[in-house]
């Protein structure tokens, strides 16, 4: 049976800010789990903890039912990459993670079985320093994966990846996840996770917003329909006055919530009014994240109605 996390009723404060608020939540063997939230939900300051880099106010974050500092050779059950520079540019991939190996018991073999499980054998020998972004990540994963751990804790993994980049990573951890071990990786963007992760949980202002199941998340929020009208002025308050919530697109399109296609269609009609194009949209997964976390975002954009 691998491993599980449990986080219970986690709080952390710098003093009178308060980063992680009373938190809980469990992430299970098997699948890939997405720890989401704006930039400085508390996403870091969570994970810091689960691997003993920081110490909560109050609560508990536990691997195996355990905290990190009460296992003995730590590589062995969780594999974390936090910073992808954490290596020194001046060695080896092959000698960073040696050293990384001789610290937790580990066989000096183990070494070159991660390097070809990540493709990076052909630059062993290579200097991290020379590395690319991409390379950087690889290594990474290799370090976490070197002590074949149960659990997999990933922050931001996909930042600044080129597409092959990120599709390499999103086969790695689904692997991962197929051979029943606990894997977490946190992100600000729900488009770099959508075709990823399996379950999410969404946090805000260091509380959590949402567990749930990435098709649960698909059907939280409903549709809207995109209106292309040559007098779409005049149609617009029609569609307002049936109860419908309108907006334009910069294109002069409508975009209707609260009244389906057909109903946009007979209004239409009956004011002699012609239409288009009615495309019915279903929310994505970006824009229901977005939705969750819009009172955690210091920052965004605001859409004018048509009244």
């Given at each position: 049976?691998?491993?599980?996390?449990?986080?219970?009723?986690?709080?952390?404060?710098?003093?009178?800010?308060?980063?992680v608020d009373h938190l809980s939540f469990?992430?299970?063997?098997?699948?890939?789990?997405?720890?989401?939230?704006?930039?400085?939900?508390?996403?870091?300051?969570?994970?810091?903890?689960?691997?003993?880099?920081?110490?909560?106010?109050?609560?508990?974050?536990?691997?195996?039912?355990?905290?990190?500092?009460?296992?003995?050779?730590?590589?062995?059950?969780?594999?974390?990459?936090?910073?992808?520079?954490?290596?020194?540019?001046?060695?080896?991939?092959?000698?960073?993670?040696?050293?990384?190996?001789?610290?937790?018991?580990?066989?000096?073999?183990?070494?070159?079985?991660?390097?070809?499980?990540?493709?990076?054998?052909?630059?062993?020998?290579?200097?991290?320093?020379?590395?690319?972004?991409?390379?950087?990540?690889?290594?990474?994963?290799?370090?976490?994966?070197?002590?074949?751990?149960?659990?997999?804790?990933?922050?931001?993994?996909?930042?600044?990846?080129?597409?092959?980049?990120?599709?390499?990573?999103?086969?790695?951890?689904?692997?991962?996840?197929?051979?029943?071990?606990?894997?977490?990786?946190?992100?600000?963007?729900?488009?770099?996770?959508?075709?990823?992760?399996?379950?999410?949980?969404?946090?805000?202002?260091?509380?959590?917003?949402?567990?749930?199941?990435?098709?649960?998340?698909?059907?939280?929020?409903?549709?809207?329909?995109?209106?292309?009208?040559?007098?779409?002025d005049e149609l617009a308050p029609i569609?307002?006055?049936?109860?419908?919530?309108?907006?334009?697109?910069?294109?002069?399109?409508?975009?209707?919530?609260?009244?389906?296609?057909?109903?946009?269609?007979?209004?239409?009609?009956?004011?002699?009014?012609?239409?288009?194009?009615?495309?019915?949209?279903?929310?994505?997964?970006?824009?229901?994240?977005?939705?969750?976390?819009?009172?955690?975002?210091?920052?965004?954009?605001?859409?004018?109605?048509?009244?």
């Amino acid at each position: 049976m691998f491993s599980m996390i449990e986080v219970r009723d986690l709080t952390k404060r710098y003093g009178s800010t308060l980063a992680v608020d009373h938190l809980s939540f469990e992430v299970h063997p098997g699948v890939v789990t997405g720890f989401l939230g704006p930039n400085g939900a508390g996403k870091t300051t969570t994970l810091q903890i689960m691997v003993g880099l920081n110490r909560p106010t109050s609560g508990a974050a536990l691997i195996g039912n355990r905290r990190y500092d009460q296992i003995r050779y730590p590589l062995h059950e969780v594999g974390a990459v936090f910073d992808v520079d954490a290596a020194h540019p001046g060695r080896t991939a092959f000698a960073h993670l040696a050293c990384l190996a001789k610290s937790n018991g580990i066989d000096r073999s183990r070494v070159t079985t991660v390097l070809e499980q990540v493709g990076l054998e052909g630059v062993a020998q290579k200097r991290v320093g020379g590395f690319s972004l991409g390379m950087r990540q690889r290594l990474g994963i290799a370090a976490a994966l070197l002590g074949d751990p149960e659990v997999i804790l990933l922050d931001e993994p996909v930042n600044g990846l080129d597409a092959a980049g990120i599709r390499w990573i999103r086969s790695a951890l689904r692997g991962l996840a197929a051979e029943g071990r606990t894997v977490l990786i946190s992100s600000h963007l729900m488009s770099e996770l959508a075709v990823t992760v399996d379950q999410v949980l969404v946090i805000g202002k260091g509380r959590l917003i949402a567990e749930m199941s990435v098709a649960e998340m698909e059907g939280q929020f409903g549709y809207d329909v995109l209106v292309r009208a040559p007098r779409a002025d005049e149609l617009a308050p029609i569609l307002v006055h049936l109860g419908a919530t309108v907006t334009r697109t910069e294109d002069g399109d409508l975009v209707v919530v609260g009244v389906d296609a057909p109903a946009i269609g007979d209004a239409a009609a009956a004011a002699s009014i012609p239409v288009h194009g009615l495309t019915t949209r279903s929310a994505s997964l970006e824009d229901v994240y977005l939705e969750m976390t819009d009172e955690a975002v210091e920052y965004r954009a605001v859409q004018k109605a048509v009244h």
